[in-house]
C-alpha cells in the first residue's frame, strides 16, 4: 500500500492546525476567566478595605466608650465614698451645720446616681460597638476568603495556559466559582461563612 506523503503532510497540517485552536480557545478561556476573576477583586477590595476602616473606627469607638465607662466608674466611686464620709460626720453637726450637711449629702448620692446612670449607658455603647465589629469581621472573612481563593484560582488559570490542559481549567473553576460565592456573599451580605475553615486560618 503506498502512503501519499503529501497526504500525510496534509493530516499533519490539519492535527497541528486543531491543537492550535484548542490551544487558543484554552488561553482566551484562561484570559477571560482571569479578567473577570482581576476585576471581580478590585471591587471586593474597595468593599473590603472600607470594612476594615469601619473596624477600626467600631474598636476605637469600644475603646473611648470603656475609657469613659472607666471615668465615670471612679467619679461615682469618690462621689459615694464623699456622701458615706459626710452621712459618718452628720450625727456630730451642729445645727448651724446641719443643713449643710444634708445638702453635701444629697448632692453627692445624687452625682453618684448621675454617675452610674451615664456608666451604664456607657457599657451598652461599649458592647454595641463590639456587636459592631463582630458583624463587620464575619464580612471582612468573607472577602479573605474571596481574595485567597480566587488568587489561588488566578495561579492555576496561569498554569493551564502555559501546560495547555483543559483539566487544570476545569479544576481552576473550583477555587473561581467558590471566590466568586464568598465575595458576593461579602458585596450583598448573605450569611455564608466557613466558620471551621476561617478559625483553622486565623
Request: net charge negative.
Amino acid at each position: 500500500m503506498d502512503i501519499d506523503p503529501k497526504e500525510l503532510l496534509s493530516q499533519a497540517e490539519t492535527a497541528r492546525t486543531e491543537r492550535q485552536a484548542r490551544s487558543a480557545r484554552l488561553n482566551a478561556a484562561a484570559a477571560v476567566t482571569i479578567a473577570l476573576l482581576a476585576t471581580f477583586m478590585g471591587i471586593c477590595k474597595v468593599k473590603d478595605d472600607n470594612i476594615v476602616q469601619a473596624m477600626q473606627q467600631a474598636q476605637a469607638d469600644k475603646l473611648d466608650h470603656w475609657n469613659f465607662y472607666q471615668a465615670r466608674n471612679i467619679r461615682q466611686e469618690i462621689a459615694e465614698a464623699t456622701a458615706i464620709q459626710l452621712e459618718l460626720s452628720r450625727p456630730a453637726a451642729t445645727a448651724a451645720t446641719a443643713p449643710a450637711h444634708d445638702a453635701a449629702i444629697a448632692k453627692y448620692r445624687k452625682l453618684a446616681e448621675d454617675q452610674a446612670r451615664k456608666k451604664a449607658e456607657l457599657k451598652l455603647q461599649a458592647e454595641q460597638d463590639q456587636v459592631t465589629y463582630d458583624k463587620l469581621n464575619y464580612r471582612d472573612d468573607q472577602f479573605d476568603l474571596a481574595d485567597a481563593l480566587n488568587a489561588i484560582a488566578i495561579a492555576l488559570l496561569a498554569v493551564t495556559a502555559l501546560t495547555g490542559l483543559w483539566l487544570l481549567y476545569w479544576i481552576s473553576l473550583v477555587p473561581t466559582v467558590t471566590g466568586l460565592l464568598m465575595g458576593t456573599a461579602g458585596l450583598i451580605g448573605w450569611d455564608i461563612h466557613p466558620t471551621a475553615l476561617v478559625r483553622l486560618l486565623s
